[in-house]
């Protein structure tokens, strides 16, 4: 079973609507992260949250919202989609006692606004 | 700020090939290393890390030395397999900040 799940996998939408991505964990993690990747551009940080009370925002964070509901979930929504968030949407996890900070992802969701 | 400088892609190489894919970095701290790998149509998932200068990560042939005095992490493994195709990060931890900045990805394609 995945360890970090997203939902949906793929959404087709259109400008103007709202839209929220879901993540959850199995790893009993405190830390979770939103990215968005684009083609010759890696990833880029959305928003963070080190636990449900903590949310910041990551480096990209204009146009996007998000929801600490639990330890184990985090969600993103875009409040009106525009076609330039069109990409490729991951989530991620990581201990908040871990040494190194490693990141670990979900499958990712691919969203496409026109 | 911090910030991961990839080689750009793409590569392609032949199976058994040699493989090198550089990396430098900038941060204000002592970061952690890591190379994260990303297979088609999955998530990133850890190939190899390194928290300190000197020190190797390894896994699954590749290796990466974590060089403090050229700040570079380059990834490297003697021979390629098909399977080996796929897009390569480089990222850095900030450990304090809790927060991981990542190099825009490398794509290598191995043909037989």
């Known amino acids: 079973d995945a360890d970090v799940t997203q939902t949906p996998r793929n959404r087709i939408t259109k400008t103007g609507k709202r839209i929220m991505l879901e993540c959850s964990q199995t790893k009993g993690h405190d830390r979770m992260y939103w990215y968005r990747q684009d083609p010759g551009l890696g990833l880029r940080l959305i928003y963070y949250s080190f636990d449900v009370k903590d949310i910041n925002k990551g480096e990209i964070s204009d146009g996007y919202s998000v929801s600490r509901q639990a330890q184990a979930k985090f969600s993103l929504s875009l409040e009106s989609a525009i076609p330039n968030q069109t990409a490729l949407y991951f989530c991620?996890?990581?201990?908040?006692?871990?040494?190194?900070?490693?990141?670990?992802f979900g499958p990712g969701t691919r969203l496409t606004v026109l | 700020g911090d910030s991961v400088t990839q080689m750009e892609g793409p590569v392609t190489l032949s199976e058994e090939a040699f493989l090198t894919i550089n990396c430098t970095y900038t941060?204000?701290?002592?970061?952690?290393l890591f190379w994260y790998v990303q297979y088609p149509g999955e998530g990133l998932q850890l190939l190899l890390k390194?928290?300190?200068?000197?020190d190797k990560g390894s896994n699954k042939g590749f290796e990466a030395t974590y060089r403090k005095e050229t700040t570079s992490f380059h990834l490297e493994k003697g021979s390629v397999q098909v399977s080996d195709s796929a897009v390569y990060f480089c990222a850095l931890s900030d450990t304090n900040a809790g927060k991981s900045t990542f190099g825009d990805g490398t794509t290598l394609t191995v043909k037989p």
């Open positions: 941060a204000t701290g002592y970061p952690s």
């Open positions: 991620a996890t990581s201990r908040r006692d871990g040494a190194y900070n490693e990141q670990f």
């Open positions: 390194a928290t300190k200068a000197d």
